[in-house]
């Protein structure tokens, strides 16, 4: 385990969306090649159906998952399939399902080390990048999805706490066109990024992005019910 994978785990109550939720309303959810279902789906609207079924039958309020999880979704979109560059198909981040509008925290103190308005299909659409420190060491977390009023007014260098909310999530029509979802992403070097880092890999540049993007969940622990 990294130093930093050991400050994520050694953390108590992160929670990066409405904390009313308890985790036991939370549940797995595939979004990767295997699921066939996903076939059919042909739009943000019809994600969202599907999802917000999934989670009625579950008698769940979340939907997540997605690290390293191996997509097609990304097929429809030129930002995933540059010409002359490999496809871009596997996911870094952990994705968390549930409507426009919910608030979305801080998992741990820090402050604003950069936002932006990412648009196009497929994008982040508005997205906020904390940094934080823990023990000497520094690390990022990134937000993605998010509503327009979430980067208004915000500023470079505000400090947010543990558990404050910092922004709340949009809908596909500002959130590069998904049903509404947190992009979540923990990301130790964000080299020249700013308001913006990759959240989707080729299987070529996996290796050296798991290194600098361990697992969300080492940090939430949502599994650990
Ligand atoms: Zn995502």
Redesign the pocket.
Known sequence: MTPLETILKAQKNSKVIDASIPYQLYQPLDLSISNTDLLVLKNADEYEEYINTYLKQKNAKVAFG?YKEFRNLYKRSSIFNELDLEERNI?I???LWIKEGTPVLAPLDGTVHSFDYNVGLGNYGPTIILKHEIDDINFHTLY??LSIESIETLKIGTEFKSGEPIGTLGDASVNGDYAP?????IIEDMGDYFGDYP??SSQNDLDSYLQNCPDPNLLLKINEL
């Open positions: 997605g996911h981040g952990m994705d993605g999805h979802h947190l992009h979540f992403q959240g989707v």
